[in-house]
């Protein structure tokens, strides 16, 4: 089946440092990307929609200086926090589909913690 | 009102029983439905599409009754490793396609 990769799982840094997180889909041709920020007990939010090629769009109340997305290639988006600050601290999951329509299938998630 | 409304547990269950989750969802224009399956400090992970015909998968059967706009999944024999939290997801497609996801069904399953 279809299946997305995120890198890394698991990141700890200091407070200003800034963190890329990659997403690959590894069997399809992801055409929308997803970002997601998850608190501990709390639902999936999402951060923003990619297409690639284009601009991402981010949901209201979500910083796009802050949080730098890329979606150069079909097969690839990156999320940057720029400047983490330990209100940051979140598990953050990528998710891709192919067609619009099609189930969205996530990648493993990333564990930020900003010290 | 949520587009996609969920009633969020948890139901704590034995094992061997038999649970059932509803779903509501608001947008005519909803198209596609389907379960995911999230484990604690895991990602979702599909568990099933949900067709107004029905769908069966072993112990799990999803249902989708368009016209009360409603989606169930039903979970028989309950076995310890179904806790997870069920979230049910809509797809509406109101000139582009959108993803709605419901905030989750908490379920506990013990011996």
């Known amino acids: 089946g279809a299946v997305v990769s995120q890198h890394p799982s698991w990141v700890i840094c200091k407070s200003g440092t800034s963190v890329k997180i990659e997403c690959r889909s590894l069997?399809?041709?992801?055409?929308?990307m997803f970002w997601y920020r998850q608190f501990p007990k709390q639902s999936l939010m999402l951060m923003a929609t990619?297409?690639?090629?284009?601009?991402?769009?981010?949901e209201q109340g979500v910083e796009k200086d802050k949080f730098l997305i890329n979606h150069a290639s079909l097969t690839l988006s990156t999320l940057t926090v720029t400047s983490a600050h330990p209100e940051d601290s979140s598990f953050y999951i990528c998710?891709?589909?192919?067609?619009?329509?099609?189930?969205?299938?996530f990648g493993d998630g990333t564990r930020l913690s900003i010290l | 009102r949520k587009e996609v409304e969920q009633d969020p547990g948890p139901f704590n269950v034995p094992e061997g029983a038999t649970v059932a989750f509803n779903c509501t969802y608001s947008?005519?224009?909803?198209?596609?439905f389907f379960w995911y399956r999230q484990d604690c400090r895991k990602e979702p992970k599909l568990l099933m599409s949900?067709?107004?015909s029905g769908n069966e998968d072993g112990r799990f059967t999803a249902q989708l009754n368009r016209a009360s706009q409603y989606i169930s999944l039903l979970i028989r024999d309950s076995k310890l490793s179904d806790s997870a939290t069920y979230l049910c997801?809509?797809?509406?497609?109101?000139?582009?396609?959108?993803?709605?996801f419901g905030a989750g069904t908490r379920l506990f399953v013990k011996a």
């Open positions: 990619s297409n690639e090629g284009s601009k991402a769009t981010y």
């Open positions: 997801v809509v797809i509406q497609n109101t000139g582009g396609f959108k993803t709605i």
């Open positions: 069997d399809f041709q992801a055409t929308t």
């Open positions: 947008n005519s224009a909803s198209q596609s």
């Open positions: 949900v067709y107004s």
């Open positions: 998710s891709a589909r192919d067609q619009g329509g099609q189930p969205q299938h």
